[in-house]
């Protein structure tokens, strides 16, 4: 059974930094893609960035030069270091494997809890 563990986030001046965390369960882990997402309050859930088994990342523009995710397949762990926050980064993100656009908006979608990021002074 999949199940997604994100942690991390928390309340962060613009400017700052948060690495967020997301331990996946199963041998599933390995041979996806994952990604992180995110949600704003009244916004629809957004891709942020994918990273494929074997490492290549890609990132939303919005986010290159900021963000880097990265991913340890031995502990079947993604992460995501974010720099230099701004206030529209503010949302809860989420983890899970690089999904296409419809699965992203469905509601049969598993999502697992998320991580609130809120960056405001």
């Known amino acids: 059974q999949v199940q997604l563990v994100e942690s991390g986030g928390g309340l962060v001046q613009p400017g700052g930094s948060l690495t967020l965390s997301c331990a996946a369960s199963g041998s599933w882990f390995s041979l996806n893609a994952m990604a992180w997402y995110r949600q704003a309050p009244g916004k629809e859930r957004e891709l942020v960035a994918s990273?494929?088994?074997?490492?290549?990342?890609n990132y939303v523009d919005s986010v290159k030069g900021r963000f880097t995710i990265s991913r340890v397949n031995a502990k079947n762990t993604i992460y995501l270091q974010m720099n230099s926050l701004k206030p529209e980064d503010t949302a809860v993100y989420y983890c899970?494997?690089?999904?296409?656009?419809?699965?992203?908006?469905?509601?049969?979608?598993?999502w697992g809890q998320g991580t609130q990021v809120t960056v405001s002074s």
């Open positions: 899970n494997r690089e999904l296409s656009a419809a699965a992203t908006r469905s509601g049969y979608t598993y």
């Open positions: 990273i494929t088994r074997g490492g290549t990342a």
